[in-house]
């Protein structure tokens, strides 16, 4: 298909050296979540919620991100072959007792109705919404599995990551050239590194640290002024006693210890 195409001619490209896909990329502000239940279970309105994420199989190595347990995801994980998952160690360890590879989850992601899927590996807890909330419950599927419910949303919302040899923001000209070489109709709304992306989150919190920050050292000035000024003018109020007991013998050391 015209997405592996394009995987392969980036791949092949001088510097780069993995590329992967997913449909929501960490830290980048959407929001796709899904439904789901474990095969057998009854389906219930409020039941849990997993970040459900579309992904080709390189994506996974191409953010380091492990799997801990089982296999991760294969070219051979297409449209025809048994639907397959991956899932987070999170959501493992909270509903499927930290044994999660075998099992099958019902996801409803469409308008049809759940439908079922087998979980082939465990990966490693990622951040997906926010560095500083715990892990959240996430799903991983092949893209080639995505149901046809979510075909627009896949096609106005890919991240292609790039993992290169040097500076990555250089490789944006590769990246455009190898793309609409496939695709010449492709739109691309941005790039940016990864860490441009945690620098984008963290900015306001920064901001709003800083801004605490200064409107602390203020009040800390302020309280320092306000003590001086009442010890200075208790102390000139208390001159004539300070002078009498410094005449009968009171030493500087002394007056400091009573002031």
């Known amino acids: 298909d015209a997405q592996g195409r394009r995987r392969q001619r980036l791949a092949a490209a001088p510097g780069i050296q993995r590329v992967g896909v997913i449909s929501v990329a960490p830290l980048s502000g959407l929001l796709a979540t899904v439904p789901f239940t474990l095969d057998g279970q009854a389906t219930e309105r409020s039941g849990p919620m997993a970040n459900l994420r579309a992904i080709s199989p390189g994506y996974l190595t191409t953010v380091a991100t492990r799997v801990v347990e089982g296999r991760g995801l294969e070219e051979t994980d297409r449209g025809n072959a048994p639907h397959v998952g991956l899932v987070s160690a999170a959501l493992a360890d909270r509903f499927l007792g930290g044994r999660a590879v075998g099992q099958r989850l019902l996801i409803n992601d469409n308008n049809q109705g759940p439908r079922p899927i087998e979980i082939v590996g465990v990966v490693d807890n990622v951040r997906q919404a926010a560095l500083n909330l715990p892990p959240a419950l996430d799903l991983y599927i092949p893209l080639r599995q995505i149901h046809q419910d979510g ?43 990864m860490g441009q992306f945690v620098e984008a989150w963290l900015g306001p919190r920064r901001f709003t640290l800083g801004l605490f920050g ?15 000024g009442l010890v200075a003018y208790a102390v000139s109020q208390r001159a004539q006693e300070i002078g009498l007991r410094m005449a009968i013998g009171a030493t500087e050391r002394d007056v400091l210890l009573m002031v």
């Open 214 to 228: 200064a409107f602390a050292l203020t009040s800390i000035l302020l309280a320092v002024s306000g003590l001086y």
């Open 151 to 193: 075909v627009g949303f896949l096609r106005n919302n890919q991240f292609w990551m790039l993992k290169t040899a040097s500076d990555p923001a250089a490789f944006r000209g590769t990246f455009l050239e190898h793309l609409r070489a496939v695709d010449p109709d492709a739109a691309v709304s941005g790039a940016g590194t």
